[in-house]
């Protein structure tokens, strides 16, 4: 079975730091660009950051620029979200999204069931 499952969410106070892992079970990541996403209640579904398969490139939301780092760690078959100085608006649930463009053009990509994140003190 293909899936990517999502794990690290929590409760956390403001100001708070966690990490978030996306692992793959039932193929391989190396080839695939990772992306995280969150959703808020109410809001629309929102990408947080991405890492290219090489690791080689990275981007993030200027939401979170500054204060997030994403790795990856292809011997694991494992992606993290590493986020500090956390705010309540960080609030969502975080799914992390696998994509790769198997023929030009055409593209594979699998979604985790998602983690929730709650930041309250």
């Known amino acids: 079975q293909l899936q990517l499952v999502e794990s690290g969410g929590g409760l956390v106070q403001p100001g708070g730091f966690l990490r978030l892992s996306c692992a793959a079970s039932g193929f391989t990541l190396d080839r695939y660009d990772i992306s995280w996403f969150r959703q808020a209640p109410g809001k629309e579904r929102e990408k947080v950051s991405c890492i290219s398969s090489s690791g080689g490139s990275t981007t993030f939301a200027d939401s979170v620029k500054g204060r997030s780092t994403i790795s990856r760690d292809n011997a694991k078959n494992t992606v993290y979200l590493h986020m500090n100085s956390l705010k309540p608006e960080d609030t969502a649930v975080y799914y992390c999204?696998?994509?790769?463009?198997?023929?030009?053009?055409?593209?594979?990509?699998?979604w985790g069931q998602g983690t929730q994140v709650t930041v309250s003190s």
């Open positions: 999204n696998a994509r790769v463009e198997y023929r030009v053009g055409w593209y594979r990509g699998y």
